[in-house]
Nanobody, 120 residues
Framework: QVQLVESGGGLVQAGESLRLSCAAS????????GGWYRQAPGKQRELVAA???????NYSDSVKGRFTISRDNAKNTIYLQMNSLKPEDTAVYYC??????????????WGQGTQVTVSS
């Protein structure tokens, strides 16, 4: 019954910003760790950013200094703040997270994907 629900994608011009959100649909589950992936047409899906249960973060070289992954535990949501967007950032962005239920069992889930298009 639980889902990761993504939002925030859209069409922007180069240099503009977007913030993606990924929320667990049921409060019974908590996001303990997660990441954002992206996949452009004809390309492999790649990890863009990740956040651990201890709130340490990692970024791909292509987005370092421009993207920030964060978490709001009260809202059961992780975010990807994307600044200074470039046309090469155009892709479908997917959220992935480890969700822990009330019985302390952890399962991995994917979001449905959200399109980000950056025009030049």
């Amino acid at each position: 019954q639980v889902q990761l629900v993504e939002s925030g994608g859209g069409l922007v011009q180069a240099g503009e910003s977007l913030r993606l959100s990924c929320a667990a649909s049921r409060s019974f589950f908590r996001i303990v760790a997660g990441g954002w992936y992206r996949q452009a047409p004809g390309k492999q899906r790649e990890l863009v950013a990740a956040i651990t249960g201890g709130d340490s973060t990692n970024y791909s070289d292509s987005v370092k200094g421009r993207f920030t992954i964060s978490r709001d535990n009260a809202k059961n949501t992780i975010y990807l703040q994307m600044n200074s967007l470039k046309p090469e950032d155009t892709a479908v962005y997917y959220c992935n997270a480890d969700l822990r239920n009330g019985f302390l069992n952890t399962y991995n889930y994917w979001g449905q994907g959200t399109q980000v298009t950056v025009s030049s």
